[in-house]
Nanobody, 129 residues
Framework: QVQLVESGGGSVQAGGSLTLRCAAS????IGWFRQAPGKEREGLVRLNRDPRRASGTYTIYAPSAQGRFTISQDNAKNTLLLQMNNLKPEDTGMYYC?????????????????????WGQGTQVTVTS
């Protein structure tokens, strides 16, 4: 069983930055998602633990996150981080951490919510103009 607990959300002015954290362990692949009011849940970034790669990981970003958001792991603290820079009002929403334990999930680059089995409770991000 994978347990996920997000933190770090809050209110920030446009152009500002936030770092979200997800306490997580036992996963094979993990990602960050966002759900804006009245919209479907959107995949932002996915990190695969990939045994084929020298770094051991592979990261996939959605176009909406590329260049402004950065995912990283603090393995010592079992924490996944999402650094968000140059935030815009349209980045407002509930942010979720999601993971899967599938042994070969590293073969997938899907950012669809159905590709992930375990979900945190979410943390709210509000960007004001």
């Amino acid at each position: 069983q994978v347990q996920l607990v997000e933190s770090g959300g809050g209110s920030v002015q446009a152009g500002g930055s936030l770092t979200l954290r997800c306490a997580a362990s036992g996963y094979s692949c993990i990602g960050w998602f966002r759900q804006a009011p009245g919209k479907e849940r959107e995949g932002l970034v996915r990190l695969n633990r990939d045994p084929r790669r020298a770094s051991g990981t592979y990261t996939i970003y959605a176009p909406s996150a590329q260049g402004r958001f950065t995912i990283s792991q603090d393995n010592a603290k079992n924490t996944l981080l999402l650094q968000m820079n140059n935030l815009k009002p349209e980045d407002t929403g509930m942010y979720y951490c999601a993971a899967t334990q599938g042994p070969r999930c590293y073969l997938s680059s899907s950012l669809m919510p159905v590709a992930f089995s375990f979900w945190g409770q979410g943390t709210q991000v509000t960007v004001t103009s």
